[in-house]
């Protein structure tokens, strides 16, 4: 094993030990936290699905700027986790895949308003030259210049239905073109569409890498750092108003403990545990939801709650998006699950 890789696990045990001693003081792990957010096209001739306009992006970099908010790299967001040293108020901006219109649209826009930016690139794309994606060229124009880029697998797959072989080449063949072309030293991933099962957590892990979905939600000190949350931003859910939501979200208080995302079917049952007590009122304003409707809140006590979908979910991909009211301002507190339906073909 690596030098390298020995250290990121050593940290990575330090870190835990960290968060054992803190699970003692729960106020103290929620004290600070991060919001990360997920965009993929700056455009507006590209699917509504993954793309914001480059006027509302504007909208938001200016909200970000105006209002003060710590606009912090991808790697000052992770030492913060690691030091426990996050700054209020703090976003990290992400992009995943490398698509243009990052450089013609919003590159222009991040140096105006001097923001930074990750990019995870699937670097196979790059390599073929496609004309929706950036070149090298055009990543080296914008490095140095607050844009960082990270690992997103070669070819962009549905890595749970590979073999551990195959996803291993996927992830170290990126490393090394993005080391080749860019320098990037910094074991950072993106699991391609968020999708992920225990395996490829495990796998990454081991790796030494910190990885990053696609399920919603405000990042603290004690979440995985295997499978980090982001905001998706695109269509309706980037408008100002979702936007301002969630920036100003709060983790939720619970224990995370790994689930297997991969499910035998669309309707699975997550079991969530509070870090403390809550009051009968807190269960009451804890709510979840599933393809745009309300699931099923079952409290097994004051600190155990079950969560249902009402109905199986005709999605390959889903989510459990929970939300419950932090009696600070408008914040809320937030907690998303991502779901796979099970390949049994």
């Given amino acids: 094993m690596r030098l390298g890789v020995k250290l990121v696990l050593l940290e990575q045990k330090m870190y835990r030990a960290l968060f054992a001693l803190l699970t003692l003081f729960p106020g103290l ?17 590209t699917p509504k699905s993954t793309s914001v306009s480059p006027k509302l992006f504007e909208q938001h970099l200016k909200y970000l700027s105006e209002k003060n908010y710590n606009v912090i790299s991808l790697s000052r967001m992770v030492e913060g986790l690691k030091l426990m040293n996050l700054p209020e108020k703090c976003v990290s901006l992400t992009a995943d895949d490398a698509n243009e219109s990052i450089y013609s649209n919003a590159f222009p826009l991040l140096k105006k308003y001097n923001l930074p930016l990750s990019v995870f690139v699937s670097t196979g794309s790059i390599d073929m030259n496609y004309p929706s994606m950036m070149s090298w060229q055009q990543m080296r124009n914008m490095q140095n210049k607050n844009i960082y880029f990270y690992n997103h697998s070669v070819s962009h797959p549905y890595l749970i239905n590979m073999k551990n072989d195959e996803i291993y080449n996927q992830i170290t063949k990126a490393q090394l073109r993005l080391e080749q072309e860019l320098g990037v030293k910094e074991n950072f991933f993106a699991y391609p569409y968020g999708e992920e099962n225990i395996e490829i957590i495990q796998l990454l892990e081991g790796l030494g890498y910190v990885s990053f979905g696609q399920q919603s939600g405000a990042i603290s000190y004690n979440n995985d750092m295997s499978n980090l949350p982001r905001f998706p931003m695109s269509f309706k859910f980037a408008d100002m108003s979702s936007f301002i939501t969630k920036i100003n979200t709060l983790p939720m208080p619970v ?37 745009g409707s309300n699931t099923k809140v079952d409290w097994k ?38 779901f796979i339906k099970e390949n049994k073909d």
């Fill in 29 to 45: 792990i929620y004290a600070s936290s991060c919001v990360v957010l997920l965009y993929h096209n700056i455009s507006d001739i």
């Fill in 255 to 291: 224990i995370h403990k790994r689930v297997n995302s991969v499910v035998p079917n669309n309707n699975p049952i997550l079991n969530l545990e509070f870090v403390e007590p809550l009051s009968n009122s807190k269960q009451k304003q804890f709510a979840c939801y599933a393809g």
């Fill in 301 to 338: 006590s004051n600190k155990i709650v079950s969560i249902q979908a009402n109905n199986e979910l005709p999605s390959r991909r889903f989510r459990y998006n929970c939300t419950m009211p932090s009696g600070e301002g408008n914040r809320y507190y937030w907690f998303s699950k991502q």
